[in-house]
């Protein structure tokens, strides 16, 4: 599958996603210190910033972000994915761990974080993250692949809510600023078929015969579609507000209960 995956990505299949990824602010820019009246910005006179510490949580093997510049640290679970990313983007730190356990980074030390298509760990994400940074997470779009999942008879509505129900699970430490769908065409040949089958866990838990049309395909368009959300930590006072808030609500659900009482109950 890791091979699988690299093939794919070095397709270009993906290079949308990663573009995207990028236009979320995981570029240094030059800070201008000179005088704004001079004809032309002398070298000397442009500092860049400091580069973004960027965690990719549930990195693989590192396709989304291996190149991107910073100072890059990729975790996941698979040794395999890990030694890939390790001989293959040699500038970044690559780190063998459970992204679902306590991870292995200094409290709030991390920009920007990535979680694309990974499961995510609010809590620690939390703890590691600085005050004024980033979490950004990357989920498939209500059409993502849906001319191969009807091929093989799945549930065309099961993207639908991912993004909406991803937000929710970051609700109690994380509030979204914004949410951008990316949707597009993509004309697969056959190597690229099969790669993407193994990448798709639908695919091996299809019927027979649906899988043996996919496997014949020579070619098929498809859309291939993401909802990347971009989050930021919410204070201490609004968390506990919060907590407060959804206590209260259980105290008021708990009385009706012993009372007797609906929401509405007039008497």
């Given at each position: ?5 690299r ?15 990028l ?10 210190l000179g ?31 291996g190149?991107?510049?910073g ?7 698979s040794?395999?994915?890990i030694r ?5 983007y040699?500038q ?7 992204g ?7 409290d709030?030390?991390?920009?920007f ?51 909406n ?13 914004n ?9 697969l040949?056959?190597?690229q ?14 019927a ?40 209260q609500?259980?105290?008021i659900k708990?009385?009706?209960?012993q ?9």
């Amino acid at each position: 599958m890791i091979q699988a995956r690299r093939r794919f990505f070095d397709s270009g299949a993906f290079d949308p996603l990663r573009d995207l990824i990028l236009e979320k602010g995981l570029r240094p820019e030059a800070l201008d210190l000179g005088n704004s009246t001079a004809p032309e910005p002398q070298a000397s006179s442009l500092q860049p910033k400091a580069f973004p510490s960027i965690l990719d949580c549930g990195c693989g093997e590192g396709a989304l972000s291996g190149d991107l510049p910073g100072n890059v640290i990729g975790m996941d679970i698979s040794k395999e994915a890990i030694r890939h990313a390790t001989k293959r983007y040699k500038q970044a730190t690559w780190i063998v761990a459970n992204g679902m356990r306590e991870l292995p980074i200094a409290d709030r030390s991390i920009d920007f974080i990535l979680s694309v298509l990974a499961p995510r760990n609010t809590e620690e994400f939390s703890r590691i993250l600085k005050t004024d940074g980033k979490l950004i997470l990357g989920v498939p779009g209500p059409n993502h692949l849906i001319e191969l999942r009807t091929l093989l008879n799945a549930n065309a509505g099961d993207f639908e809510e991912k993004a909406n129900e991803a937000a929710a699970k970051c609700a109690p430490q994380f509030a979204e600023t914004n949410r951008e769908l990316l949707s597009y065409s993509q004309l697969l040949n056959c190597e690229q078929i099969a790669d993407l089958i193994q990448m798709t866990p639908i695919f091996w838990t299809s019927a027979t015969e649906a899988k043996t049309r996919v496997l014949e395909l020579t070619k098929i368009e498809v859309t291939i579609s993401f909802v990347l959300l971009t989050l930021v930590g919410r204070d201490p006072g609004s968390r506990l507000r919060d907590q407060e808030s959804r206590l209260q609500q259980l105290k008021i659900k708990s009385s009706r209960k012993q009372s007797g009482r609906g929401p509405h109950s007039l008497c």
